[in-house]
């Protein structure tokens, strides 16, 4: 139970995080001092952490937050594809 709390803790403040990045990302229109492949990583992580999870049969509340920080880095390889489109169409006009 104590070990569940302190894994949901650290998800929390990486969940914390995103929207930060996300947000910055988002209005910088650009892919300048992003990584794909840093995401990526992170990414193969959080899918780690589920495996974890259902391997071992301890499903509990925080899959949930494992689920919710999966989706945040999703959602910036979204907006890095976006960046990657709108670069692109800068390079073409320049």
């Known amino acids: ?3 569940d ?3 949901a803790a650290m998800l929390v403040c990486f969940a914390a995080s995103w929207p930060f990045n996300l947000i910055k990302a988002y209005r910088a229109r650009t892919n300048v001092g992003t990584s794909l492949l840093f995401m990526s990583i992170i990414i193969m992580g959080y899918l780690c952490g589920i495996a974890d999870k259902v391997v071992s049969d301890d499903i509990t509340y925080v899959i949930a937050f494992y689920i919710i920080d999966l989706a945040l880095v999703t959602a910036g390889v979204l907006i890095y594809l ?3 489109a709108l670069d692109k169409k800068a390079r ?3």
């Open 1 to 3: 139970m104590i070990p």
């Open 5 to 7: 709390i302190f894994e």
């Open 82 to 84: 976006r960046n990657r």
């Open 92 to 94: 073409t006009k320049a």
